[in-house]
């Protein structure tokens, strides 16, 4: 039986389409097309049209009474967002550090006692597998409401390699069981275990030989991904990491010039990484270099939020050439959020961006930065009806008004998961239930 959907009338259907083949630079990021009065018409999982209400009307006059009805009227409609950097899958909070930061201890100064990555990488090898999988499930329904249908998730709080199979096995469990898209990434490579910081490179080698190799053989994930800063992975170590991990397919992405300008987009215009992160202190050279080798750049302006850094220079980006894609960079310490409409705010008010281009940053362009642009990121004839719907009266107003959720009803490949703003009840399930 063909499963049929029509989304009718919508005031704006905002289709981001014409950006699959690349991702969308300069001027090209505000291409968002707008239809008014729109409508999609959606067939097995996926789209089979998107018109003007009247031309949809027109063109399945004959077969409206087979599908399932969703009125848009007074809404508008989007792709269902996309997430491509979070740190999904760990164990616990950190709101003791949070507190510490407002007193004025540093980020770094935390981690480099102790705090930080290293209490996160603690409570993910003590979680079991149920644990993690229960809060991390949580997190995904939570992201569901907020509007995202795919989320790339990074281990690196386990640092061993039983530990990050542990993390990205929750991730492999995650995506056969939960409806969201997961796009999985090794990201070993996050941090020196506190016991082998006087020997940095004894790590880096076990990451090489042991951990990616297991990684790949098992196909436990798609993009290898390394955290380049200093006190933590040099730019030549990052170097061999990504190179090691490009041997065995894993493609790379790189946590870049977060804390301090350090070669880092340099590096990942070098090693042909799809996407560099953060980027909040970029040198000029290294924005050039990633425009020239067309690599994305992925903002994360929630961690510059929380960590009350200076944000990431996107304007000078985005005039320079570089594809920019947003996402919540959602972990336990630099950026504990699960919001992508906030950080369209952020996008918007702190880094410069357009409405337009804050759009485009968290479909299209982030589709591309997890290599999935041929299948999700804008609302084209045979892409997955992966769907968000507002309750707003035209696009501005999402990154308008902060604060609050806008989500309606949110359609992942054709189905429905969220109504009214309310998740479906089946998504609560716990681990037990299921299994
Ligand atoms: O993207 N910068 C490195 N990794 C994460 C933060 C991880 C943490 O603090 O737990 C980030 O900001
Ligand atoms: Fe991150």
């Not at 705090?115 to 990488?121: D, K, L, P």
């Not at 016991?195 to 990616?212: A, G, H, L, S």
């Not at 909040?280 to 302006?301: C, H, N, T």
């Not at 041929?374 to 309750?391: H, M, N, P, R, Y």
Request: proline share 4%.
């Amino acid at each position: 039986m063909t499963r049929t959907m029509y989304i009718s009338n919508a005031v704006e259907v905002i289709t981001l389409e014409g950006h699959t083949d690349k991702p969308a630079i300069k001027e090209a990021m505000s291409e968002i097309n707008v239809i008014k009065n729109g409508s999609v018409w959606i067939e097995d999982g996926k789209i089979a049209a998107v018109d003007t209400d009247e031309n949809i009307r027109a063109k399945y006059h004959d077969r409206i009474h087979e599908a399932e009805y969703i009125d848009a009227t007074g809404k508008i409609v989007t792709p269902g967002l996309v997430d491509p950097h979070t740190h999904l899958v760990h164990a616990g909070t950190r709101e003791n550090e949070y507190a510490m930061r407002l007193k004025g201890k540093t980020y770094m100064e935390i981690m480099n006692s102790g705090g930080g990555i290293h209490a996160t990488t603690r409570a993910t090898q003590q979680a079991s597998r149920e644990e993690l999988y229960e809060q991390s499930k949580n997190r995904l329904n939570q992201f569901l409401q907020h509007g995202v249908t795919t989320v790339e998730a990074k281990s690196g709080y386990g640092l061993t390699l039983e530990s990050e199979l542990k993390q990205l096995e929750v991730t492999e469990k995650l995506q056969k069981d939960h409806p969201i898209d997961l796009v999985s990434t090794f990201m070993g490579a996050h941090a020196v275990p506190l016991d082998e910081k006087d020997n940095p490179d004894k790590f880096v080698d076990r990451v090489i030989n042991e951990m990616i190799p297991e990684v790949a053989r098992r196909k436990l994930a798609t993009f290898n991904d390394v955290f380049c800063e200093r006190g933590v992975f040099t730019p030549e170590q990052s170097k061999r990491i990504l190179e090691a991990g490009k041997e065995y397919g894993l493609i790379p992405k790189i946590h870049a010039d977060e804390i301090e300008p350090y070669g880092g987009a340099e590096l990942a215009a070098e090693v042909d990484a799809i996407s560099a992160e953060h980027l909040l202190r970029a040198s000029d050279e290294g924005i050039k270099k990633m425009a020239e080798a067309g690599v994305i750049g992925v903002l994360l302006p929630g961690t510059a939020f929380f960590l009350m850094a200076a944000y990431a220079e996107a304007r000078k980006m985005i005039d320079a050439g570089v594809p920019i894609a947003l996402s919540t960079d959602a972990n336990p310490g630099s950026s504990p959020t699960i919001s992508m409409p906030f950080i369209m705010n952020l996008g918007c008010l702190n880094m410069g961006m357009t409405p337009e281009e804050v759009l485009t940053a968290t479909t299209i362009n982030a589709a591309h930065a997890i290599g999935r642009a041929d299948e999700i990121g804008s609302l084209e004839v045979g892409k997955k009806a992966d769907v968000t719907i507002w309750k707003v009266p035209n696009y501005l107003t999402l990154s308008y008004q902060y604060g609050m959720n806008h989500v309606d009803t949110v359609i992942k490949a054709g189905e429905k998961l969220v109504v009214g703003g309310q998740l479906d009840e089946k998504l609560s399930l716990s681990y037990a239930a299921k299994a």
